[in-house]
Structure formats: C-alpha cells, structure tokens
C-alpha cells in the first residue's frame, strides 16, 4: 500500500514545479524550523527566515504569502515524517508478533519527535493551529496505522465495531505521552518509553479479553 502524503499547505501562494524552485522551498523550510526552534513564534519573521535561508524576501515571498505559512509548512513536514517513520503493518513483508509490532511504532513515534524537542513544543504549544480540513488526509493515514495494530490484537470473536475510536483512543493516548515527554525534555527517558509500551500493550491486551 503506498504512503499517502499530506498536500502542500494551502496557505501557500504556489506549489513548486520545477526542481530547482522546489529546492528554494525546501531551503526555505528548514531555514524556518531553524529559526523557530531557536527563537520562538513570538519572534518569527519572514525577514529572519529569508536571512537564514540565504534567499531574498522576493523570493520567499513567491511562495509564502507571510510567517504562518512558513510554520504550516515546517508542520507538514513533520507530519510527514511521521508516516514516513511510523510502521505500517499491511505493508511489512515479514511477519512480525504484536510486541514487535508495537515496539516499532513506539520507536518511531519517539525518533520523529526527538528530532528537534524545541521545535516540536513551539509548533505545539506557540504557533497556531490552521483549519483541521488541512489535516484530513494525514489523520486518516495516521489513524489507519493505529487500527490495523488494534485488528492485529482483536480476538477471534471481535466484530470490529469499534476498531476505529479504539485506535483513536490509542493513537491520542501515545500522542498525550510523547507531546508531555517532549515538553519536559525528558522524551528519549528508558523510563518513559517502558511505560509508554506497557501502556500500550495492557491497552492491548485488555480489548483482547473482552
């Protein structure tokens, strides 16, 4: 099954066609995340960026139309990264027990949000949010992950009535543990990633019994 990626922000004033204007776009990008982390949304200019980037203002200013922009763009690559790295069950090509299955996700939900902990608080706790139709299609994803893990651990008698608010329930779970972790600074803890799985896995096993 192939990845779907979430679409370009619709915040921004044109997609990039050709190589090289894709390029300005994503030096753009990371220079924005650079500038984020380091100086929060409250001094979050255009100018700044368009510095950090070694671009001009013009150039800049083709693509995103002011510093939200920018910041919906950093924040979808993010969400990307997240599909990119959390496993997908229906697509594995070797059989892997539940454990496995939710160690990997754990991993991965970790490593993308380890990244760059200072960035992640501001996007979450700073910059705001743009309408949620933005995020449609990277939730739909995200969620499906999640549901084909509570299928995986659904007992011979499960109808599936309620596998989606169950991954739901999970997903937001894992999601309220990282984002506090990442918060702290604390998110590579051993200690918070033993619980985060013991969580996860009494989750499991809990819906399993009935």
């Known amino acids: 099954m192939n990845t779907r990626i979430t679409p370009a922000p619709r915040s921004m004033r044109k997609a990039p066609r050709q190589q090289r204007s894709q390029s300005t776009v994503e030096c753009i990008v ?49 969400l990307d990264e997240i599909l990119q790295l959390l496993p ?69 008698g499960d109808t599936g009535a309620d596998h989606e608010v169950a991954a739901r329930i999970l997903a937001d779970a894992l999601e309220g543990i990282v984002h506090s972790a990442a918060r702290r600074n604390d998110l590579l803890s051993p200690a918070a990633k033993r619980e985060a799985t013991r969580m996860m896995r009494s989750y499991l096993q809990a819906r399993k019994k009935g």
């Open 30 to 78: 990371e220079a924005g995340a650079r500038v984020l982390a380091g100086r929060g949304w409250a001094r979050f200019t255009t100018n700044e960026v368009a510095r950090t980037a070694g671009v001009s203002i013009g150039s800049l200013y083709q693509y995103f139309p002011n510093n939200l922009a920018i910041a919906e763009a950093i924040r979808k690559r993010h």
């Open 88 to 156: 997908d069950i229906e697509d594995q090509a070797e059989v892997i027990s539940l454990e496995q299955s939710i160690g990997r996700l754990i991993d991965g939900v970790i490593a993308i949000h380890a990244k760059n902990q200072d960035l992640h608080r501001i996007l979450l706790d700073e910059v705001p949010l743009a309408p949620r139709e933005f995020y449609e299609t990277f939730e739909r994803e995200y969620h499906r992950r999640y549901e084909t893990l509570i299928r995986a651990a659904a007992s011979p």
